[in-house]
């Protein structure tokens, strides 16, 4: 990519553009332009990319179209239910509509597929952890991702903290969430009965949160036999003994040296931007030494909030993707090809996944462009992504 179409990925950065029919901007200019054919015309008038959009395609149009209504049913309604409602009422929808049986939500093409870790992924979007459902988890490997993460499992199953453990922000950057979940989710022995027979349409991540060496390592042994990936957790901020693994980078090598040794599937750790040092200086050299060469950077970022019943929770959504795009550029120059990155915070466009992938991400993952956005993002995403081959 040339440095000019760099810059102007960035979110935030804006390139001088000139319309071919001699104005500064085409914004407000009658000639007709072909439908099919995007020019992107960047310092002084000088043409340097032409892309084929996909206007002519009736389905790449029929993504669009159910993007702008869910965008309106989101703002005029979903975000005005109470959180627990529209928890309640997406879920549902989820498990119940069969929206994975319409062609609009996916887009397949071979040249989309990368590897991640060995395992073969038909594209680059990763839907994060957040549910465990397997009906839930079913439907959403047919809604466009390269694979599907499901929701951190601890050993006993958890109730999570009380409500309101939920809260939306919104800001000038877009509409977000700060939970404080506290990692609901039904133990060990009934998620691994209940996803046994779940068919991995695209590659399934187990995603496993532990307060002891001894409890990843059972839970990455048994659920490392389900999953295609096995994401362990260090990095919640919403469940404190799960986080103060960041604090500990001693314990952790010892941790991830008997982790690598539970399972032959590849092993992904998922990293807190809070702890942006301590990462770069100790725990992905650690993860190194011990053979774990993924990285999912990273987590929600833990903020105060006094509406959540604990004070404080994780903040996703669009306000941490410079956070984001900054701990990528930063961990992609010092560790070089040696790690594997998942990019995940903020993605809530196709511009922004685009803009991770070309400053090293190997896949991108989000999910609450998910809620805000909905299932057709990922094909949007998709879209952009082919056009640009």
Known sequence: MLEAERRAAVPGRRARARCSHDHESHQGCKARVPDEIQCLTLNGGVAIRQERVLSFDPVARMSRTIAALYRFLYAAFLSRLPEPVAVSLGQNFLRLLPLDRLRYFRLDDPRLAIALGGVLLPNPVILAAMYYDPAILGRAMGLGFGAVTAKSITIQARPGHPQPNLVRTSTDAGPGLVNCNGFQN???ER?????ASLRHRVPLIVSVAGETIGDYVKLVREL???GDLVE???SSPNTRLVYEWSRKP???ATLLREVRRATEKPLIVKLSPDF???NEREIIPAALDAGVRIVNYGNTRKVANRQLSQGEGGLSGPDIFPTTLDNLRRTRRVFGNDL?????GGVDSADKAATLLDEGATAVGYFTGFVTRGPILARLILERLVARR
């Open 232 to 234: 362990f957790n260090i």
């Open 224 to 226: 490392g036999l389900l």
């Open 276 to 278: 942006a040092e301590t």
């Open 250 to 252: 001693g314990e952790l």
């Open 191 to 195: 998620f691994r009965a209940s996803i």
């Open 340 to 344: 594997e990155i998942i990019a995940t």
């Open 186 to 188: 039904p133990g060990l």
